[in-house]
């Protein structure tokens, strides 16, 4: 049974003239009582994609079902309550009341969804091993503690469906594993969760992983640890090799990573990323683009450190580029390259790839399109 249903759901928020596409026509499946995990750089979408699923924001076009609810189509009250007797949330930025003790905020979400009921909440308390703190206040508590009164709120209701965003992020090693069991606990009773996660340890103890880069989802349950990076040079050795006019066939691409070369480059055609094309490989429309992303961040990159930072030992400038070329975020991207005037090559020469925050003026001339046209 199907738990959760997105079919070419895509969130644009307002703002920054075209606004910023967080999500980009995803599909995606999850099913009853499975442990999904999400993961992807800062900034990708992780965030955005279980607030849709929480039906904490509204999609701007797709079909988004959840529990067998068509969210789309609930009215305010409808999603409120779809919200109270369906998910368990546990988000950071969900805090703790305050001036509530823990076993009182507890006590609130079981008012939101029926009855509040004193010992049932002191055993939600006891369950996630805080039996003795029940009568402190958030601030009282470490954020190992106040995590799991957050675990305790989440599952008081007995949810279908567990939503966790980085629910390990800032918590020590003992506490990381506290919470760790009780998501366990809950998957082990039936609970399908979604949780986003940095880390591939963690996300290791879901049942599946996907993986979201600029608000497009791939799944990579395959994946082992730096294979995904090994997938973000093959892309960007593709990339150079069309731009020389040299044959992008596997003995031009040298690249280290754990798996096999050929390997490597089987699961990225299972992946969609790339395609055979006669004895070698071209990039899929979505290698496409997450190629132009590795290449555009990586030229910004060689650009920031030489001219700006004025870095002038060539190795080095490779050496931080190649770094930054997987952990610059889509907003980190933008400002480097508005700062730089949107340039349109890098210190050798080769092309930068246009970002959404680069001017359209030269695209547009040679297409003669009035400005409203444009996209
Ligand atoms: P992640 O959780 O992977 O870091 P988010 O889902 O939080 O990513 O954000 C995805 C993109 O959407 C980012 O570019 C972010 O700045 C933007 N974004 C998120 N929330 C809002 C919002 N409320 N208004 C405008 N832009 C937003
Ligand atoms: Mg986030």
Same mark, same amino acid.
């Given at each position: 049974?199907?738990?959760?249903?997105?079919?070419?759901?895509?969130?644009?928020?307002?703002?920054?003239?075209?606004?910023?596409?967080? &999500?980009?026509?995803?599909?995606?499946?999850?099913?009853?009582?499975?442990?999904?995990?999400?993961?992807?750089?800062?900034?990708?979408?992780?965030?955005?994609?279980?607030?849709?699923?929480? !039906?904490?924001?509204?999609?701007?076009?797709?079909?988004?079902?959840?529990?067998?609810?068509?969210?789309?189509?609930?009215?305010?009250?409808?999603?409120?309550?779809?919200?109270?007797?369906?998910?368990?949330?546990?988000?950071?930025?969900?805090?703790?009341?305050?001036?509530?003790?823990?076993?009182?905020?507890?006590?609130?979400?079981?008012?939101?969804?029926?009855?509040?009921?004193?010992?049932?909440?002191?055993?939600?308390?006891?369950?996630?091993?805080?039996?003795?703190?029940?009568?402190?206040?958030?601030?009282?508590?470490?954020?190992?503690?106040?995590?799991?009164?957050?675990?305790?709120?989440?599952?008081?209701?007995?949810?279908?469906?567990? *939503?966790?965003?980085?629910?390990?992020?800032?918590?020590?090693?003992?506490?990381?594993?506290?919470?760790?069991?009780?998501?366990?606990?809950?998957?082990?009773? !039936?609970?399908?969760?979604?949780?986003?996660?940095?880390?591939?340890?963690?996300?290791?103890?879901?049942?599946?992983?996907?993986?979201?880069?600029?608000?497009?989802?791939?799944?990579?349950?395959?994946?082992?640890? !730096?294979?995904?990076?090994?997938?973000?040079?093959?892309?960007?050795?593709?990339?150079?090799?069309?731009?020389?006019?040299?044959? @992008?066939?596997?003995?031009?691409?040298?690249?280290?990573?754990?798996?096999?070369?050929?390997?490597? &480059?089987?699961?990225?055609?299972?992946?969609?990323?790339?395609?055979?094309?006669? *004895?070698?490989?071209?990039?899929?429309?979505?290698?496409?683009?997450?190629?132009?992303?590795?290449?555009?961040?990586?030229?910004?990159?060689?650009?920031?450190?030489?001219?700006?930072?004025?870095?002038?030992?060539?190795?080095?400038?490779? @050496?931080?580029?190649?770094?930054?070329?997987?952990?610059?975020?889509?907003? @980190?991207?933008?400002?480097?390259?508005?700062?730089?005037?949107?340039?349109?090559?890098?210190?050798?020469?080769?092309?930068?790839?246009?970002?959404?925050?680069?001017?359209?003026? @030269?695209?547009?001339?040679?297409?003669?399109?009035?400005?409203?046209?444009?996209?």
């Amino acid at each position: 049974m199907v738990a959760i249903d997105l079919q070419n759901v895509s969130k644009r928020y307002p703002g920054g003239g075209r606004g910023v596409l967080a &999500l980009d026509s995803v599909a995606l499946s999850v099913e009853a009582g499975e442990w999904l995990a999400v993961m992807g750089p800062s900034g990708s979408g992780k965030t955005t994609l279980v607030h849709l699923v929480g !039906g904490l924001e509204r999609p701007t076009s797709g079909s988004l079902i959840v529990a067998g609810a068509d969210l789309a189509a609930l009215s305010p009250r409808e999603l409120a309550r779809f919200r109270a007797e369906t998910i368990g949330f546990v988000f950071q930025q969900f805090h703790l009341v305050p001036y509530l003790t823990a076993l009182e905020n507890v006590m609130l979400a079981q008012y939101f969804h029926s009855l509040a009921d004193a010992a049932e909440a002191e055993a939600a308390l006891a369950a996630v091993g805080l039996a003795d703190r029940a009568r402190h206040l958030p601030a009282q508590l470490s954020g190992g503690e106040q995590q799991r009164v957050v675990l305790a709120r989440a599952l008081i209701n007995d949810p279908a469906i567990l *939503l966790a965003d980085e629910p390990t992020g800032n918590l020590d090693e003992d506490n990381e594993l506290r919470v760790l069991e009780l998501l366990r606990r809950a998957h082990a009773a !039936g609970k399908t969760i979604v949780m986003v996660t940095h880390d591939p340890t963690v996300a290791s103890l879901a049942d599946r992983r996907v993986q979201l880069h600029h608000g497009r989802i791939t799944d990579i349950s395959w994946l082992t640890a !730096g294979q995904d990076e090994q997938w973000d040079e093959i892309l960007e050795q593709l990339w150079i090799l069309r731009e020389n006019h040299e044959p @992008a066939i596997a003995e031009n691409i040298r690249v280290a990573g754990p798996l096999p070369l050929a390997n490597a &480059l089987d699961s990225m055609r299972q992946a969609g990323l790339i395609a055979p094309n006669g *004895l070698g490989w071209r990039l899929a429309p979505e290698g496409e683009r997450r190629a132009s992303d590795i290449i555009r961040r990586h030229r910004l990159a060689e650009l920031l450190f030489s001219d700006t930072l004025e870095l002038h030992d060539e190795a080095q400038v490779q @050496a931080q580029a190649c770094k930054f070329e997987h952990i610059l975020s889509p907003e @980190a991207t933008a400002r480097i390259c508005s700062f730089l005037g949107h340039p349109r090559a890098c210190p050798h020469g080769s092309p930068i790839p246009l970002g959404e925050c680069c001017p359209r003026e @030269a695209a547009a001339v040679s297409r003669s399109a009035p400005a409203g046209e444009r996209d």
